[in-house]
């Protein structure tokens, strides 16, 4: 289930230039760069925010699975264990 509130759903470009129009003329043409800039990092915070918790939760189920089946556990990043083998070999 989605959440999309209702009074959106009637939204079109009339209204979002109305919207548009207030908010610059609330703001002003100072602030409207200033606000676009603290939204676009705001999203991008939260889409990251979202796309870690999806590869936690898929990491998690993942390794239930291979507990249910007696697989050993797979490393996160191969990278950092050769690494880590070099490091402890040298």
Same mark, same amino acid.
């Given at each position: 289930m989605t959440?999309?509130? &209702?009074?959106?759903? %009637?939204?079109?470009?009339?209204?979002i230039l109305l919207i548009l129009a207030l908010v610059l003329v609330l703001f002003g043409p100072k602030r409207l760069p200033e606000? &676009?800039?603290?939204? %676009?990092?705001s999203i991008r915070k939260f889409k990251s925010a979202t796309n870690e918790a999806t590869r936690d939760v898929k990491r998690e189920l993942d390794d239930?699975?291979?507990?249910?089946?007696?697989e050993p556990p797979v490393a996160d990043k191969p990278e950092?264990?050769?690494?880590?083998?070099?490091?402890?070999?040298?």
């Open positions: 959440f999309f509130p &209702a009074f959106l759903t %009637g939204l079109g470009w009339p209204e606000i &676009a800039e603290a939204m %676009g990092k239930a699975g291979r507990e249910l089946r007696n950092n264990s050769e690494k880590q083998a070099d490091q402890n070999g040298a």
